[in-house]
């Protein structure tokens, strides 16, 4: 166990250090320049020249990297092009939203998809089967901006329940944030909803064959305890698996579904760099989003040293 605890948290050293060299030159070799956009249409050459230079964007990419990395090493992610603030204190300001907004889904998600995989499994084949691989068509074919759109023409314009757009934080008053969240996380759960539950009914239904099982049901036991407590139980690692590649795909959701509901998160912040080609922006929240899938897949491996016994032993 200790041997696997080591090599899965060692991984992730090179793993990081690859992520920051390819998101360092995929911005430093996509086209356009970052000082031309600060100068503006009315710029001249030696504006452009003199803001590259003042940026160190003339210096040669290798030692662009070494004085990037040096800055990462003592936790300093830069300063934005445009915002003239660090990075870190840009994501301090934005994260609250996207935490709330992944973690309402996440939440959503596992209630919902779960159970809904688990009956289904049970009822291999019946009506409420047929209905979740049709959901599960669905989710995965529509688009999460057209969903959010369709939710938003419902339930904010024609009902008028909840707000159209924009977060109130926490601190604001839990009923509030909630009700601004509702729609954003609905929008992305259906997806991760169809995945996660689609999952859990193959997972379930093959546990479902299995001889002990059919053991369990033999000496008596409630359909119930054996649906939870065996079949459920056996099939807990691909389950916890695709939730956590589920947690993973949240970042890129997260991006489009705050665009939609113009909620001020790291996903409307991304856009903005994108934009405006802030590079240490960029650089800081594609690096941070790294860092977090890559914790998220080193959780997912742990996770086996509590459901497979074969990695304990």
């Known amino acids: 166990m200790q041997i696997f605890l080591v090599r899965r948290i060692l991984s992730t050293v090179p793993v990081l250090v690859i992520v920051a060299l390819i998101v360092f030159l995929m911005l430093r070799l996509a086209p356009g320049d970052p000082a031309a956009a600060i100068v503006g249409d009315s710029g001249t050459s030696e504006n452009i020249a003199k803001v590259r230079s003042q940026l160190g964007l003339d210096d040669s990419l290798p030692t662009q990297f070494v004085r990037w990395s040096g800055q990462l090493l003592q936790g300093n992610l830069g300063e934005s092009y445009f915002m003239k603030k660090t990075v870190v204190e840009l994501i301090g300001q934005r994260i609250e939203p996207t935490v709330s907004l992944a973690a309402v889904t996440l939440v959503v998600t596992i209630l919902i998809?779960?159970?809904?995989?688990?009956?289904?499994?049970?009822?291999?084949?019946?009506?409420?089967?047929?209905?979740?691989?049709?959901?599960?068509?669905?989710?995965?074919?529509?688009?999460?901006?057209?969903?959010?759109?369709?939710?938003?023409?419902?339930?904010?314009?024609?009902?008028?329940?909840?707000?159209?757009?924009?977060?109130?934080?926490?601190s604001q008053g839990p009923w509030l944030w909630i009700k601004h969240l509702i729609l954003p996380s609905i929008t992305l759960s259906i997806i991760y909803v169809a995945l996660i539950a689609r999952v859990t009914r193959a997972a379930v239904a093959e546990a479902m064959t299995e001889d002990y099982i059919r053991t369990a049901r033999a000496k008596g036991i409630s359909e119930k305890r054996v649906l939870m407590r065996h079949a459920l139980a056996n099939a807990a690692i691909p389950i916890v698996t695709v939730i956590g590649i589920g947690i993973a795909l949240l970042i890129g959701g997260v991006v489009v579904t705050e665009t939609v509901f113009a909620i001020p998160g790291l996903g409307q912040l991304t856009v903005d760099a994108v934009l405006s080609r802030d590079f240490p922006l960029i650089q800081g929240i594609t690096l941070f989003f790294s860092v977090v899938y890559v914790l998220i897949n080193l959780l997912i491996d742990l996770s086996y040293l509590v459901f497979d016994p074969r990695i304990r032993y």
């Open 113 to 170: 998809a779960v159970p809904l995989g688990v009956v289904a499994a049970w009822r291999h084949g019946g009506w409420l089967d047929r209905m979740l691989m049709g959901f599960s068509v669905m989710g995965f074919s529509i688009p999460a901006f057209v969903i959010g759109y369709v939710l938003i023409w419902i339930f904010a314009l024609h009902l008028q329940l909840l707000p159209v757009q924009g977060y109130a934080r926490l």
